[in-house]
């Protein structure tokens, strides 16, 4: 009986201790045991990091497979948007390349409007390198004929060498077997120029008479002689003159005003 | 038949050539000068096809260039015949295994086929000659010619390899017998 007595004593005490503590500790300030706090958060909280990614793992794919359509319609959508602007900035590009070429034939045309013309392009270049004759995309059925002459937005190209119904063969100006009779625009003196194996973009001017006074810079235009081109269609202009020992020798180096190298687009002179 | 689809895919390869002579190497040039694709490929049908097809197809081919390109009709397609008789010969007296041998016959053929459109040119068409530039620009173009060789000769091996099965008859070498 005695000892069911202490022993209910004991219990009795111990539980007041608790609830004392317990009032004690729950009526004080948080921040007060905030260390006890952080001990506990050294070791819960690596374990709750980890449990918590999962969790979210978990959950994110689950809205993963309940979004699954909604997201491939989407996708569609957005697929089939970016086909339709891919396709206009397609169209968009052809127009300005389009608007592009017409508005330099209009260039051209203006700038030569004395003459009748036909545009053409370019379609084929020659594949020597001791050559240079150009493939054009307007034949026969276009009116184009044997010793047309041939120009482009910046000067002389050559002339049309052989025709068939939509194409013509042009023998440049630069090609070796050229010769142009010419004449310097601020002397009017008479010179041939000559396409030269060394450059696609100069040519030799030769037969300079002896009294002519040539200078750097001087233009070179077309003279009428010789019957395939018209008078003064500009061609280049003088870069450079060698004097030689003999001076019935000296020649000069004629820049040329196209450049063969980037010539896309052409006019063929039909009158 | 085996023979026909042979002409017809090295036909194929012609004009694919031609187009990459006349598009590409138009502007992928060194110093302005192109390799000469058509005398590589003529030699080749030569070498590994024998004289017939390669006279042929070189006349032909020649021909067509002429026609489509050229200033005046004949010189190439004489040229590249030449070039394409010529390749049974060599392959009779020098090996095709060698990349040296392959590179020495292209240096030959590419020299023999300008000099002698040269020559014409200036004859037929009046042009002022200029050695000392002619010699340069060939010069620069057998160097571009011998860098594609090295560059294609495996593939040219090859398929080689596969032409001449096609083409020639094989011969027991009693020589070695």
């Known amino acids: 009986m005695y000892r069911n007595k202490k022993n209910g004593i004991i219990g009795i005490v111990i539980t007041i201790i608790i609830l004392v503590l317990l009032v004690v500790f729950t009526n004080n300030n948080v921040n007060q045991i905030s260390f006890i706090e952080n001990i506990c958060n050294i070791f819960v909280m690596p374990v709750q990091n980890g449990f918590t990614y999962l969790k979210n793992k978990i959950s994110g794919n689950d809205s993963f497979f309940q979004n699954i359509d909604s997201l491939k319609n989407e996708n569609q959508e957005l697929k089939r948007k970016n086909s339709e602007m891919e396709q206009s900035l397609r169209e968009l590009e052809i127009l300005k390349a389009e608007n592009d070429t017409l508005k330099e034939y209009v260039n051209l045309k203006d700038k030569y409007k004395d003459y009748e013309t036909i545009p053409a392009d370019v379609i084929n270049r020659d594949i020597s390198n001791y050559s240079s004759t150009i493939v054009i995309n307007v034949g026969s059925n276009d009116g184009i004929k044997e010793e047309m002459t041939v120009i482009a937005d910046s000067g002389l190209v050559g002339h049309v060498i052989s025709v068939t119904d939509t194409t013509a063969k042009v023998q440049t100006i630069v090609d070796t077997a050229s010769a142009v009779t010419s004449n310097i625009s601020t002397t009017d003196d008479t010179i041939i120029v000559q396409g030269t194996l060394d450059s696609k973009q100069e040519l030799k001017a030769t037969f300079i008479p002896t009294d002519a006074v040539v200078l750097q810079g001087d233009s070179v235009e077309t003279s009428g002689i010789g019957g395939i081109y018209p008078k003064g269609i500009h061609i280049g202009t003088i870069k450079e003159v060698i004097n030689t020992n003999n001076i019935t020798d000296r020649y000069a180096v004629v820049e040329t005003a196209v450049n063969f190298t980037k010539l896309n687009t052409v006019l063929v002179i039909t009158n | ?177």
């Open chain 2, 1 to 177: 038949m085996k023979k026909v689809l042979a002409i017809f895919i090295l036909i194929i390869s012609f004009f694919i050539i031609y187009f990459l002579q006349s598009n590409i190497f138009t502007w992928f040039t060194i110093a302005g000068v192109m390799p000469n694709l058509i005398v590589i490929f003529i030699l080749f049908v030569g070498l590994f096809t024998g004289k017939k097809l390669g006279l042929i197809l070189g006349i032909i081919l020649g021909f067509y260039i002429d026609i489509i390109i050229g200033r005046q009709i004949g010189i190439s397609g004489i040229m590249l015949g030449l070039i394409g008789l010529a390749g049974e010969y060599l392959d009779k007296n020098f090996s095709k295994e060698s990349r040296l041998t392959i590179v020495i016959m292209i240096i030959s053929a590419t020299l023999v086929f300008e000099v002698g459109c040269y020559i014409f040119n200036t004859m037929t068409l009046n042009m002022s000659i200029e050695i000392f530039s002619f010699v340069k620009t060939l010069l620069i173009e057998i160097l571009y010619n011998i860098i594609i060789t090295i560059i294609i000769y495996p593939i040219m091996q090859r398929l080689g390899h596969i032409l001449e099965e096609t083409f020639k008859t094989r011969t027991i070498l009693t020589r070695y017998f």
